[in-house]
């Protein structure tokens, strides 16, 4: 199986793919430019069968590398207990916001399982790592942005002091999302923020600039923000 990404990376890799990757990701690292969609594809497959292979023979160098031995995690059928260790030992090595990101949207698991997720997401969310605490961010969005944990996620979301660039971005995002889902509670949730101004003005932003929230809700956010509530 690892033979097998060798060839797909050498077949698959794309020098203007890659550059445009480095403008958008400045921290991407070494990279092939392989599309994003091809790595998700062999992802799946190693998946199946030959993963622990892979496992054994990856390094940490290469972002694509990276990025199928995380994909890896959220496609295997194994016991939650097995891959929430796995994530564990991962994302130590996550160095960007697009190997972050994609991980932390892909991992997918059962009703039965979400509170175990949840318990990990309490434990990352109060580590100090910049990509640590921003993986547990989107883990919340993509996961917990429901009618059981709204509350406790917004709670969660309005606690974090953390200026660092890639958590506050993380943090607007999520709050864009709840304020899609949940305008009022996000509202009145922030009326007593312990977010910076920094986060804020970013989380307005990201509602602005969103096609899910109509006009009035757009005004409603900038009228908000101007009169330092949200």
């Known amino acids: 199986m690892y033979n097998e990404f060798l060839e797909l990376i050498k077949k698959e890799a794309d020098e203007k793919y ?20 091809v790595l998700k594809k062999f992802a799946k497959e190693a998946a199946k069968g030959g993963w622990k292979e892979f496992f054994e ?27 929430l260790n796995l994530m564990r030992g ?33 434990e990352y969310i109060e580590k100090s790592g910049e ?42 995002w999520a709050l864009s999302v709840c304020y899609i889902k949940y305008r009022e509670k996000t509202v009145n949730a922030l009326k007593n923020t312990n977010l910076s101004r920094d986060t804020i003005n970013r989380a307005v932003s990201k509602i ?10 757009k005004r409603q956010a900038e009228l908000l923000k101007a009169e330092n509530v949200f």
């Open 18 to 37: 890659r550059e445009f990757s480095v403008k958008i990701t400045p921290d991407l690292g070494k990279s092939a430019g392989v599309r994003t969609p």
């Open 208 to 217: 602005k600039q969103s096609r899910r929230v109509d006009e009035e809700g």
């Open 90 to 122: 991962f994302i130590p090595i996550i160095d960007n916001w697009a190997l972050c990101d994609m991980t932390g949207c892909a991992f997918k698991f059962k009703k039965a399982e979400s509170e175990k997720v949840w318990d990990f997401v309490n």
């Open 131 to 172: 990509f640590e605490k921003r993986f547990a961010v989107v883990m919340l969005l993509a996961h917990f942005i429901d009618e059981k944990h709204i509350d406790e996620t917004l709670k969660m979301l309005n606690n974090i002091d953390d200026e660092k660039f890639y958590v506050s971005m993380a943090v607007a």
């Open 57 to 83: 023979k990856s390094g940490n160098e290469l972002y694509e590398e990276k990025l199928v031995y995380g994909l890896i995690i959220c496609y295997i059928k194994e016991s939650i207990d097995i891959r």
